[in-house]
């Protein structure tokens, strides 16, 4: 059996392996890219069908970013949403035959996290502005400095390792009941794994969310929280 | 098979069986407690289980590490290297 920690690599571009993630991580990528840039030309003020459903999306995430943290979306739409959206196809790609999840392997994982532990400083020095992001470590008090600055990034830390844990043991246990018993008996197991997924993509998104959210809001002074 | 091998697989059954029983309390007791909110107060089953979800992910997450660390154990322990 193979290691679930292990990647298996494709082939090489020079001396960089590529291995089946990355191969499924572009694929992906280009494919929401391609469709967000069909979806959305010719915009119109009386939306068609398919624009309605698109809008329909997009508000409901704008709905969910203001109802968790109360902060306005606009800033944040793009990243969340992005985020969201890649992670749910990512965990969903096991529906494709033959194709295995990118975030059942570590390093998609630890990007994603990377990429929540900097834009939690780049939207945290943008909200509150350089010295306010360094105050959002004395916060509620300087005691806490040390621990704050620990939790930045064992959060993130603990994010990589539940996505990469919960889609990682989705597919070992597919592939475990698959080698013992066949055609039919691992749907179930397979259904299941769609619900981990929508709501692991979920629990990232809201947790970056609620991550820079903090941030932004221990940054601001006093007066800024009023207006 | 030397003592190492055999107690890493131990371990990592062991990991594996205990660090559910934790979560897997704790998940109860959240849930129960939703359903309990939900049944009082219906009009915020939305919020309520939102939060829920949130909440049995980061429960989970002790679960997982465990689960993890049995990995680890079995597949990448670098004592048997």
């Known amino acids: ?227 | 098979m030397d003592y190492l091998a055999l107690a890493s697989i131990f371990c990592a059954a062991f990991a594996v069986a205990f660090g559910a029983l934790g979560p897997a309390l704790a998940e109860g007791r959240a849930v129960a407690a939703a359903m309990d909110a939900i049944a009082r107060q219906p009009e915020a089953a939305n919020t309520i289980s939102r939060t829920l979800f949130v909440g049995l992910g980061m429960i989970e997450t002790t679960a997982i590490y465990c689960a993890v660390i049995a990995l680890l154990l079995l597949f990448a322990n670098p004592l048997l290297a």
Not at chain 1, 212 to 219: F, P, R, S
């Open chain 1, 1 to 227: 059996m193979n290691s679930p920690l292990a990647s298996n690599v494709l082939f090489y571009i020079g001396p960089v392996p590529i291995s089946q993630a990355i191969v499924t991580t572009w694929a992906i990528m280009a494919l929401l890219v391609l469709g967000a840039f069909a979806l959305t030309r010719g915009l119109s003020l009386h939306p068609t069908r398919r624009q309605a459903a698109m809008e329909l999306i997009v508000t409901t995430m704008d709905t969910q970013i203001r109802e968790t943290t109360g902060a306005e979306p606009a800033a944040y739409r793009g990243f969340i949403g992005t985020l969201f959206v890649f992670i749910l196809f990512a965990n969903w790609a096991s529906l494709v035959p033959g194709v295995e999840p990118p975030t059942a392997k570590l390093e998609t994982d630890a990007a994603l996290a990377i990429l929540v532990f900097l834009s939690v400083i780049w939207f945290g020095v943008r909200g509150a502005g350089v010295l306010g992001y360094l105050k959002s470590f004395a916060a509620p008090n300087p005691i806490m400095i040390p621990l704050n600055m620990l939790e930045s990034v064992t959060r993130v830390f603990s994010m990589f390792v539940r996505l990469f844990g919960n889609v990682m043991s989705g597919v070992f246990v597919i592939g475990i009941v698959a080698s013992l018993a066949g055609l039919l008996v691992p749907i179930p197991l397979m259904a299941l794994d769609l619900l981990t997924g929508l709501v692991q993509a979920y629990i990232f998104a809201v947790l970056a969310m609620v991550f820079i959210a903090a941030t932004v809001e221990d940054g601001q002074t006093p007066t800024q929280k009023e207006t």
